[in-house]
C-alpha cells in the first residue's frame, strides 16, 4: 500500500519482509499504489508543459495547450500502467527455472513497488528543465535497480548469488522498456508541440 514508499526508500529489507507477507493481489497493488504514485510524473508533466513549458534543444520553452497535454497525459498514464505490468511479466518468465517461482501476479505486485523511486522522480517534471530530468530519472532508475537486487533473494526464496543474476536480466530489459516508454512520449509530445494532433473528447 502507499504506506510502504517510505520503508522501500528507508529500509528496504525489513519493508520487502512486510509487502512479500501481505500476499496482495494485483488489483489491490494498482488501486493503494501504483494508480496514486503513477500519477505523480503524468500530474507534474501536465502542470510542466503547460505552465512552465518543455525546451529539447536549448531554444525558447514550448508550451502545451490544455486539451493536448490532458490527452498526452492519459496516453502516459496508460503507458505507465502497461509498463509495471511488463516488467512483471518479465520477471515471472525469468523466474521460471526456480522452484519457488512465484505466480504471474505475484511478479507484476513485486515489479509495482520496485517502480516506486522512478514514480517519484516524477516530481521534477514540475519545472520541466531537461537536464534536471534526465539526472532524476537516473537517480530513479538506481534505486529502482538497487530495490530490485534487495527484494529478489527473498521474493522468490533464491540465494544473493542466484537474486543477482536474475535481476541484472530484469533490470536490463526492464531499461529497454523504459527507453521505448520515453520514446512513446517525446514522440507524443513532438506531435502535441507541433499541433498535429487534435485530441478529440466525447
Known sequence: MINHVWGLLHHPDREWREINKEHESVSHMYAHHVLILAAIPVVSSFIGTTQVGWTLDGEEAVQLSTMTALGLGVLFYAVILAAVAAVGSVIHVLSRNYSHRP??????????????????????????????????????????????????????????????????????????????????VVLLWSMGSEHSVVWTFF
Open 103 to 184: 505466480s504471474r501476479a505475484e511478479c507484476i505486485v513485486f515489479a509495482g513497488y520496485i517502480a516506486t523511486p522512478m514514480f517519484l522522480s516524477g516530481l521534477f517534471a514540475l519545472y520541466p528543465i531537461i537536464w534536471l530530468c534526465t539526472l532524476a530519472l537516473v537517480i530513479g532508475v538506481a534505486y529502482t535497480g538497487y530495490l530490485l537486487y534487495k527484494g529478489t533473494p527473498s521474493f522468490l526464496g533464491i540465494s544473493n548469488k542466484e537474486g543477482f543474476i536474475l535481476s541484472s536480466g530484469t533490470l536490463g530489459i526492464g531499461v529497454l522498456i523504459l527507453e521505448l516508454m520515453l520514446a512513446i
